[in-house]
C-alpha cells in the first residue's frame, strides 16, 4: 500500500524542540521532492519545508527560517523535520508530502499528519 506515515509529533514547552520523521512504504522517495506542511487551526496549510529528491537543496517558510532543520535518508525511505526553539505558533498538524513530475504529470501523496502542541 501506497502511504506515508508521519510520526514524533507532542506536546512541548516554548524552547523545546522535537523531531518529525515521515516514512515512505509502497514506493521509493529517491526521485520525490518531499515536503513538511502545517495547519493550525482555522488557519490554511502553509509550507514549512521542502527538500530537493537527492537533498541538494532545502527551502524553509520564512517563520520556521533558522530554527528548523529538513532532512532526508532515501536508503532508509524516511525523511525529517527537526524542529528547534519551537513557539506557541509552531503549534498546528504537520503533513508530509511527496510529489515529482514524469512527462508533464503530476504525482502527488499526503500523509495523515502528526500533531505538534507548544505551550506552557
Known amino acids: 500500500q501506497v502511504m506515508l506515515v508521519e510520526s514524533g509529533g507532542g506536546l512541548v514547552q516554548p524552547g523545546e524542540s522535537l523531531r518529525l520523521s515521515c516514512a515512505a512504504s509502497g514506493f521509493t522517495i529517491s526521485t520525490y521532492t518531499m515536503s513538511w506542511y502545517r495547519q493550525a487551526p482555522e488557519k490554511e496549510r502553509e509550507l514549512v519545508a521542502s527538500i530537493s529528491s537527492i537533498g541538494d537543496s532545502t527551502n524553509y517558510g520564512d517563520s520556521v527560517k533558522g530554527r528548523f532543520t529538513m532532512s532526508r535518508d532515501n536508503a532508509k525511505n524516511t525523511v525529517y523535520l527537526q524542529l528547534n526553539s519551537l513557539k506557541p505558533e509552531d503549534t498546528g498538524v504537520y503533513y508530509c508530502?511527496?510529489?515529482?513530475?514524469?512527462?508533464?504529470?503530476?504525482?502527488?501523496?499526503w500523509g495523515q499528519g502528526t500533531q505538534v502542541t507548544v505551550s506552557s
Open positions: 508530502h511527496a510529489q515529482r513530475t514524469v512527462f508533464l504529470r503530476t504525482y502527488d501523496l
